[in-house]
């Protein structure tokens, strides 16, 4: 933990005391989030991903498979909320980063 930021703010008006309010940053490496292979695969498909996609609630999936479920059933199968082949959004830059340093790591 690193205090990266103090301000003093007077205790009160008769006397000399002042109360520090600190404001704190965390810093976690990418080995401390927890990401598994598991992670980087598609739920349905159980590859590892290509071309993955989002979903407005925020999971991911590889286009070709969430596709095909879409096109079946009409929602997401992981909240089971109505989903279309549109309502599909590019993934996420933090989760592609997590993704290329997997596919970097030996």
Do not use: K
């Not at 933090?94 to 030996?106: D, E, G, I, K, V």
Request: charged share 20%; glycine share 4%.
């Amino acid at each position: 933990l690193a205090a990266n930021a103090r301000e003093a703010v007077p205790h009160n008006s008769d006397s000399n005391t002042v109360s520090v309010a600190a404001s704190v940053s965390v810093f976690v490496s990418e080995d401390e989030l927890g990401y598994a292979e598991d992670d980087f695969r598609c739920p349905i498909g159980l590859e590892l991903f290509e071309e993955p996609v989002r979903t407005p609630f925020g999971h991911h999936f590889e286009r070709c498979w969430i596709e095909a479920w879409i096109s079946v059933h009409g929602d997401c199968p992981m909240t089971r909320r109505p989903l279309a082949v549109s309502d599909l959004l590019p993934p996420d830059a933090a989760f592609m980063q997590w993704l290329a340093s997997f596919r970097a790591s030996p």
